[in-house]
């Protein structure tokens, strides 16, 4: 499974942005948008699991950030509303194969990943 996401680009903090991230191929997984900024390292932003029961959200995005899944399109989405400085980073989507009820925050527990989409946030 490939995954690709898209969305990044520049925009001013307290703007909205909404990345997107296309799996070459439907599967039964859990999703997880992860995210590396410069000097960090790679961290869980937010998580849903493979019938959208369950989504799990980092703190610091908790409230701002909206993740979503459209089985129909292989697609799962991060809504990013009222961006800061701070939320600038490479972002990641990442697939986790199997009926699985949890969302995991490792980064370990996921099988497949796509290629990141830099969003960059001016104050």
């Known amino acids: 499974v490939q995954l690709q996401a898209s969305g990044g680009g520049l925009v001013q903090a307290g703007a909205s942005l909404r990345l997107s991230c296309v799996a070459s191929?439907?599967?039964?997984?859990?999703y997880g948008w992860f995210r590396h900024a410069t000097g960090k390292a790679r961290e869980f932003i937010a998580g849903?699991?493979?019938?959208?029961?369950?989504?799990n959200y980092a703190d610091s995005v908790k409230g701002r950030f909206t993740i979503s899944r459209d089985d129909a399109k292989n697609s799962v989405y991060l809504q990013m509303n009222k961006v800061k400085p701070e939320d600038t980073a490479l972002y990641y989507c990442?697939?986790?194969?199997?009926?699985?009820?949890?969302?995991?925050?490792?980064?370990?527990?996921?099988?497949?990943w796509g290629l990141g989409t830099l969003v960059t946030v001016s104050s």
């Open positions: 990442a697939a986790k194969r199997g009926i699985i009820g949890s969302v995991s925050k490792d980064i370990q527990a996921y099988d497949y």
């Open positions: 191929k439907h599967t039964i997984s859990n």
């Open positions: 849903i699991n493979w019938n959208g029961a369950t989504i």
